[in-house]
């Protein structure tokens, strides 16, 4: 059995970097991920004038529930989409305030638009610098009262997650009503998350209600990564070996966690506990139809396991996979293809045939994902090389490294 330790989740960390940021008091994460990301939403927080002190496995966040000290910031989100998102979300409820946001080429492609939409209903005055919908923004903060919104959060959960955290923070608080909503476990995320700074959320089918109040400090603990860990359990799936990753257990906040139970359809003995998930393979693998709309940051993973399954693997309803860091199903069709495999796709779905892949180098499209997907296939195919190796330091900077350790136990 291999034991391996994943880095603490990108998705926690960032939601918990806001909360503390609008929490009354210090928080103290414990175990935060330390990455280009979340070291850029913690270099924006500081730019706006939060206190944020960090030791080797915690950060110490001090809280201004009335907002940034700063009343005036220009912030560079780098590529981190909740950064991009988050961000200009907290400073919008400030009482006063003028904030710039801008971020990389690759962000500034990816949609804006329901969010800034919806915080304009709310009176926030804000204006797109370039494409309507996207960076750079700039934001006249002046208080926000509160009040119904309706959003459609068919494109992305972070969207919904943003103004649910927002909703404290106003005068008399938020009614959300969804209209649509893809990777649904990371509005539970969030609402655990809230949960803990203080906030009950109240949830009717497809309305929330955030009540004002704002939120307490407190110390949290950051769980791995349950995307990052796909990819071992992949190439446990894979090699026919045992792979643990302690502290994603049963009660693991991560949706994405759930690919354990694709790995499952397709063979793989998928064991579970409350420290800890294991996954352990014969090393043969069956195809399947999945739909993997509530765990799409996977589906790269899946589909780079796929070739080697004993039928055709087809995944269905990732539409919103297309403005991802990339559009990430036609990343993986074009690699797939550049290797020799049969592929597939529509809209919202791709269906990957089994087949003998040959090495290749892979087309990254500077996602983090489609690389760390890849080298799944890479245990089974010596050669494979990527255009940009480098973009991992987005969520895992030593992932290479993690990887190449892996590979040499399962050589043994």
Request: contains cysteine; glycine residues 10%; charged residues 20%.
């Amino acid at each position: 059995m291999t034991v391996i330790h994943v880095p603490g989740s990108k998705s926690v960390t960032a939601r918990a970097l806001f909360l503390a940021a609008a929490a009354d008091g210090v928080s103290t994460l414990v175990r935060p991920l330390s990455s280009d990301d979340t070291e850029g939403f913690a270099e924006g927080l500081g730019r706006l004038g939060y206190d944020v002190a960090k030791e080797a496995d915690r950060w110490h966040i001090e809280g201004r529930p009335a907002g940034p000290a700063a009343t005036e910031a220009d912030v560079y989100c780098r590529d981190g989409a909740t950064t991009a998102r988050f961000l200009p979300t907290l400073v919008a409820a400030a009482a006063s305030g003028t904030y710039r946001f801008d971020a990389s080429a690759q962000m500034r492609r990816r949609p804006l638009a329901p969010l800034t939409e919806a915080l304009r209903t709310l009176g926030v005055e804000l204006h797109h610098e370039a494409a309507q919908g996207h960076h750079p923004l700039r934001i006249a903060a002046s208080g926000i009262k509160g009040g119904e919104l309706t959003l459609d959060a068919g494109e992305s959960s972070q969207y919904l997650t943003a103004l649910l955290m927002l909703g404290p923070l106003t005068a008399e608080g938020l009614r959300i009503t969804v209209t649509d909503l893809v990777s649904a476990p990371y509005i539970e995320i969030t609402l655990a998350m809230m949960r803990s700074f203080g906030v009950e959320v109240t949830r009717d089918g497809n309305v929330f209600t955030v009540p004002p109040g704002g939120y307490r400090a407190t110390s949290y603990a950051v769980e791995p990564d349950a995307s990052t860990a796909s990819y071992f359990f992949a190439a446990a799936a894979l090699t026919g070996h045992e792979v643990t990753v302690p502290g994603l257990g049963k009660d693991a906040l991560q949706g994405d966690l759930g690919f354990v139970d694709v790995l499952r359809r397709m063979g793989a003995e998928v064991r579970s506990t409350q420290e800890a998930t294991t996954v352990r393979s014969s090393g043969t693998l069956g195809g399947l139809t999945v739909n993997m709309r509530d765990i799409s940051d996977t589906m790269p993973t899946l589909a780079a396991l796929a070739p080697f399954a004993s039928g055709p693997v087809r995944i269905e309803d990732v539409g919103n996979t297309r403005v991802k860091e990339c559009d990430r199903l036609e990343a993986c069709a074009e690699n797939l293809r550049r290797m020799g495999i049969t592929v597939r796709t529509g809209p919202d779905w791709i269906e990957i045939h089994p087949g003998t892949p040959r090495p290749t180098e892979i087309a990254t499209h500077g996602d983090h994902r489609i690389v760390m997907s890849f080298a799944v296939a890479g245990l089974r195919v010596p050669g494979i090389t990527y255009d940009d190796p480098g973009c991992v330091r987005k969520t895992f900077p030593r992932f290479h490294e993690a990887f190449a350790g892996f590979a040499e136990l399962t050589n043994r």
